[in-house]
């Protein structure tokens, strides 16, 4: 093995090069992506040196072999932001914004006709799902209908978004699109996959910062380093989010199991392989997981480029032990159970001062001492991270990836193609932190980054569009798919950023665009051009529950637990063999509690609801930028026959029942507003009361659950 020379950020030892091979799965591992433990590690690294034939360019050397590829990186360019082109003669009237500009330009260019817009119905269906979740009311079509009417289509539209953004439904809905991205779960995953009990923080911290509206630059720092920020325990509300946000750091799989097989070291890479990947992922649309064993193969990053961007998280523990109650509280908790520690010792003098003789005294004491110590208060608790600053344990390069392998030290420092050398890591406000997830905080979150105001602008773009500008979102290297307008995607980021990394202010923009607003294009594929969608999974089973009447308003909290089927129950191990924490099993809320959003359902990672599962509910155990849709005999099996459609029928029925009176023909109206918020044909009312006659309302609603319309949007 040749011996390369020190890479930028190194301070000594060789450094392997050349292809590893594919990783071993190992014992309970979560998908496969880690480099094997044990007895197979030194047949893995006889493999990878045998690989390493070649010295590899380091510092300025790197540098210079990386900056050809850099330049043809379009997304490694600083933001091009150029006004948008003036629109041709005789379409000066359609666009709204500089986004439909753009857009016209390219309809134009393409030769393809303008889209005409959205009839209203169909556009406050959509504004109330993409911006909601949620389908409207009959009287939320008809108000937005009589607006238009009133004054025009374009102040009806603003006044709905701002409507739809004020409300608290909106940081719900677009929760969901942040928590795949970071791999929300409330389990660990592995084997056990026991549950968190103190996860649905993060996912709560989420949908709070969006309704608030808080600066994607805030939001991004708080979650990689909220605790650095606030300095020390928290003393705000504010504080206590920041704090909360750290959570980021906890929600990849976690293998509690591993010091039973003396796996320590190797749960340890994961976690920061895992920190690693899905920051590089989540913020920077940057594959790191094609460099951990190796130089990335098509983009320009090396091997040492993710071990530096790893030494950012070198110090992180788990603080498990951090409360979140602010200072006053924390102090009145801390009295009042250092006064019941107090009175619990004296009780237990006495117990030992009396004779065993005195059994009846000696029980009444041991009584008033557990009711004491049963009266001591709890600090609350979080799924939290913080540093260990006074023994931060060096990085080093691993050899394909096994951590049993390490080679030369690196310190923190950003991929060679934007700064070579180590990170400037400021001293932290605590010195109990070291300061690292800061620097990388501030470093990702600067205005002048090339990517992350692309990143995620290109998420809502795909949120409310159907489609991304840039159709592989997490991977804004050589390897994803260049963006289908560049100067539009420039564009958008360039005013997040000048609007101050508002993601309402994001979202309002989009929304209200005539190019939002057109109507489905139908056959005509072009990227500019809206067409149906199904409903995502969380969508199709909040829809049943609004129309039947059942959703409850759940806000907040911990998750709730469905009923599952016995046979789903049956087919996991953990189930059958809980622990006295209660964190293995599976733990049904009362029936009453079941009828939430999807949001606050427990995300187990083994174990899903099968409805959920059915429509593309993604894997929890890796970042997920962009669901897949399919179409499965389970859907079509799970709409027409599964509990929750049976249960929604039937109380959709009696809903109907009630607020339609007892005319067949007003009740399949009633139907249809609640539905799909228009009036049915004749030959759909005549098919409805056939239905009906023969085999109840129930199976009517049941019907109409199981139509393509009530789980698509236009």
């Not at 893995?44 to 990186?73: E, I, K, N, Q, T």
């Not at 200072?327 to 801390?334: C, D, K, Q, S, T």
């Not at 060679?416 to 050398?421: C, K, L, N, S």
């Not at 199976?699 to 139509?707: G, M």
């Amino acid at each position: 093995m040749s011996r390369g020379r020190a890479v930028p950020g190194s301070r000594r030892g060789p450094r392997a090069g050349g292809a590893c091979p594919a990783p071993v799965r190992s014992r309970g591992t979560a998908a496969g992506r880690h480099a094997p433990s044990g007895r197979l590690s030194s047949v893995f690294v006889l493999v990878a040196l045998a690989a390493a034939g070649c010295p590899r360019p380091a510092s300025a050397a790197d540098a210079a072999a990386r900056a050809a590829p850099a330049a043809a990186l379009w997304s490694l360019e600083p933001l091009a932001a150029s006004d948008p082109p003036p629109p041709p003669p005789g379409h000066a009237g359609w666009p709204r914004d500089g986004i439909d500009r753009f857009i016209l330009a390219r309809l134009v260019a393409d030769g393809i006709a303008l889209p005409p817009p959205a009839a209203a119905r169909t556009l406050a269906r959509r504004l109330f799902f993409d911006l909601h979740g949620l389908p409207p009311t009959p009287d939320d079509v008809d108000r937005f209908e009589a607006a238009v009417q009133a004054a025009g289509p374009d102040a009806a539209a603003a006044a709905l978004v701002d409507e739809l953004l004020a409300s608290p439904r909106f940081g719900e809905h677009l929760a969901r699109l942040w928590l795949d991205v970071v791999r929300y779960a409330d389990s660990n995953g592995f084997d056990w996959d026991e549950f968190r009990p103190e996860a649905w923080r993060f996912r709560d911290y989420v949908v709070r910062s969006f309704n608030a509206d808080k600066p994607f630059d805030r939001f991004l720092r708080e979650q990689l380093a909220g605790d650095e920020l606030v300095g020390g325990p928290p003393e705000s509300p504010a504080d206590q989010d920041a704090w909360i946000a750290t959570g980021y750091l906890r929600l990849g799989p976690h293998d509690n199991a591993a010091g039973l097989f003396n796996e320590q070291a190797r749960s340890r890479a994961e976690l920061l392989a895992d920190l690693t990947e899905t920051t590089g992922s989540a913020f920077l649309g940057l594959t790191f997981s094609c460099c951990r064993c190796h130089d990335h193969k098509v983009d320009p990053l090396s091997q040492a480029d993710h071990y530096r961007l790893r030494a950012f998280f070198a110090a992180v523990r788990f603080a498990d032990d951090a409360p979140l109650d602010l200072g006053g509280e924390r102090e009145e908790i801390a009295a009042h159970n250092r006064g019941c520690d107090a009175e619990a010792a004296a009780l237990r003098g006495q117990l030992e001062a009396l004779p065993e003789s005195e059994k009846s005294a000696r029980e009444a004491l041991a009584a008033r001492i557990g009711a004491v110590e049963a009266s001591k208060r709890r600090f609350t608790r979080g799924l939290l991270m913080t540093d260990e600053a006074a023994t931060i344990p060096p990085t080093h390069v691993l050899a394909g990836g096994d951590h049993a392998t390490p080679l030369e030290e690196v310190l923190p420092g950003f991929p060679v193609v934007f700064a070579a050398g180590p990170a400037v890591i400021p001293a932290p406000a605590d010195p109990r932190t070291s300061g690292r997830r800061r620097a990388l905080a501030d470093w990702i979150a600067s205005p002048t980054h090339p990517l992350t105001a692309r990143v995620f602008v290109n998420r809502i773009w795909q949120a409310l569009h159907g489609r991304a500008l840039v159709a592989t979102p997490d991977d804004f290297g050589h390897a994803g798919s260049p963006p289908a307008d560049r100067a539009l995607l420039d564009h958008l980021a360039d005013g997040f950023l000048r609007d101050g990394w508002s993601v309402k202010r994001l979202v309002r923009r989009v929304a209200l665009s005539a190019t939002y607003r057109q109507a489905s294009a139908g056959a005509v594929d072009h990227f500019a051009l809206r067409q149906p969608r199904r409903l995502a999974a969380e969508q199709v089973r909040d829809a049943m529950l609004h129309v039947s009447g059942l959703l409850d308003g759940k806000r907040d909290g911990p998750p709730v637990w469905p009923e599952l089927p016995q046979e789903v129950l049956d087919s996991n191990p953990a189930f059958l063999d809980d622990n006295a924490e209660k964190t293995k099993g599976w733990y049904p809320s009362p029936p009453e509690d079941r009828f939430c959003r999807s949001l606050f359902l427990v995300q187990k990672r083994n174990t899903r609801v099968p409805l959920l599962e059915a429509f593309d509910l993604p894997d929890n155990s890796l970042p997920c930028a962009r669901r897949g849709v399919s179409t499965t005999p389970a859907q079509a099996l799970m709409l027409l026959n599964g509990p929750l459609t049976i249960q929604a029928s039937r109380a959709w029925a009696e809903r109907v029942a009630g607020e339609a009176g007892a005319d067949p023909a007003a009740r399949v109206n009633r139907l249809f507003a609640l539905a799909f918020q228009r009036a049915p044909e004749a030959e759909e009312v005549e098919a409805c009361l056939v239905l009906a006659e023969a085999r109840g309302l129930a199976e009517v609603c049941r019907a109409l659950l199981n139509v393509n319309e009530f789980v698509s949007v236009d």
